[in-house]
């Protein structure tokens, strides 16, 4: 599995993401509780920055800031599930781009969300503005939680991402 320099490849991480949450409207938090548990949380309101951060609105997913108290340490998943990605690569017998990535971080504090992340959130949810199940879920979100990037690894599937 080879090493890729989060700084450097900035770019296309947050391509990669921004990529897979148009497939799934969702990447997925992982994390431990108080017990050492594993605990999964879908999030769809992760939004990065310039410089490898980056925040979530904080309104439903309560089981990770309660594990924070234990360990502040996440990591969120994304794939890429483009059919016509997995089925080239299928034929050619290797992925020409990273069929799915972790990115390993710190939660930081919650706190309210400025304008412009706001604007940020607005946008994202934009198409769904008139549904009565858009206000339910994004009509309130006003507290978001910092995260911190370190470190990114790339999924291994052997001899289909050994070119990579």
């Known amino acids: 599995m080879g090493n890729i320099d989060i700084k450097a490849h900035w770019s296309d991480i947050k391509r990669h993401f921004n990529s897979a949450f148009k497939q799934h409207l969702h ?30 609105f904080e309104k439903f997913a309560t089981k990770l800031p309660a594990g924070k108290a234990h360990s502040s340490t996440i990591c969120i998943l994304a794939v890429n599930s483009n059919k016509f990605m997995w089925i080239k690569a299928l034929f050619r017998g290797y992925f020409s781009k990273y069929p799915g990535l972790k990115l390993y971080g710190q939660l930081g504090e919650r706190r309210e969300a400025t304008a412009d992340e706001l604007q940020r959130l607005k946008r994202r949810m934009k198409t769904t503005k008139g549904l009565q199940g858009h206000t339910y879920l994004w009509g309130d979100m006003y507290h978001i939680r910092e995260i911190l990037f370190n470190h990114v690894e790339e999924i291994n599937l052997g001899k289909m991402t050994q070119k990579l």
């Open 27 to 56: 990447v997925v938090f992982a994390s431990v509780d108080e017990n050492n548990n594993p605990v999964a949380t879908p999030i769809g309101t992760l939004f990065f920055n310039k410089d490898q951060t980056g925040f979530y």
